[in-house]
């Protein structure tokens, strides 16, 4: 009898890794349209970068601010995740805070208009900045540290100072195709370096 329910339960749990693998994929191909198209890209475009059917996506998302709201959680935990890895893997921790950072302007950008799709959810709009901020307060906090440990930036930098100012940085890129963030964020970055002794 134990046989016949752990047979049972496999394929239950096969169904629900590929049913958590497509939510990813199709999470991944909403964000890239959002980056270049924006959260108002029409569905279709959504669909046919993920490879599904545009009845898929309303299956998962009912509305727009729905998928908006799962691509903004999806980021979150990818920037989350990202973090220790980088760490682990970069050739110094102020290396593996400029790629961290790079992700955190990538998600910037798609977040860009997650208010707008929200619309007069306000208490939504505050449950994910909190959210947000819980899980990448911390991550920034990790490597900072670690750079001022290596001797690589000064101490005194506050995770959310840092992440607000690189937030800042990136407001007005929609409206003005001139502007860079991406460069000012490098500047920005650069600032925090410890002079080398020479």
């Known amino acids: 009898m134990p046989t016949a329910g752990q047979s049972g339960e496999v394929p239950a749990r096969s169904r629900r890794a590929d049913?958590?693998?497509?939510q990813q994929t199709l999470l991944a191909a909403a964000a890239a349209v959002f980056v270049t198209s924006g959260v108002d890209a029409p569905?279709?475009?959504?669909?046919?970068?993920?490879?599904?059917?545009?009845?898929?996506?309303?299956?998962?998302?009912?509305?727009?601010?729905d998928l908006v709201v799962?691509?903004?959680?999806?980021?979150?935990?990818?920037?989350?995740?990202?973090?220790?890895?980088?760490?682990?893997?970069?050739?110094?921790?102020?290396?593996?805070?400029?790629?961290?950072?790079d992700l955190f302007?990538?998600?910037?950008?798609?977040?860009?208009?997650?208010?707008?799709?929200?619309?007069?959810?306000?208490?939504?709009?505050?449950?994910?900045?909190?959210y947000f901020l819980d899980r990448l307060v911390p991550v920034c906090a990790q490597l900072l540290d670690a750079a001022v440990d290596a001797g690589e930036i000064r101490p005194g930098t506050h995770p959310y100072e840092l992440m607000?100012?690189?937030?800042?940085?990136?407001?007005?890129?929609?409206?003005d195709p001139r502007y860079d963030p991406r460069r000012l964020v490098e500047l920005l970055l650069r600032g925090l370096r410890r002079p080398q002794s020479a």
Not at 19 to 22: L, T
Not at 43 to 64: D, K, L, S, W
Request: proline share 3%; glycine share 10%; with cysteine.
């Open 19 to 22: 049913a958590q693998r497509n």
């Open 43 to 65: 569905i279709r475009e959504i669909a046919a970068r993920a490879g599904v059917g545009v009845g898929t996506i309303y299956r998962h998302f009912p509305t727009r601010a």
């Open 70 to 101: 799962a691509v903004y959680r999806h980021q979150v935990e990818a920037c989350a995740e990202a973090g220790p890895s980088l760490l682990a893997g970069a050739d110094s921790p102020f290396a593996a805070l400029r790629q961290w950072v």
């Open 105 to 130: 302007v990538d998600f910037l950008v798609t977040k860009h208009g997650l208010a707008n799709a929200m619309q007069s959810d306000s208490s939504g709009f505050e449950a994910l900045h909190t």
């Open 164 to 175: 607000r100012g690189i937030g800042n940085l990136c407001i007005g890129r929609d409206s």
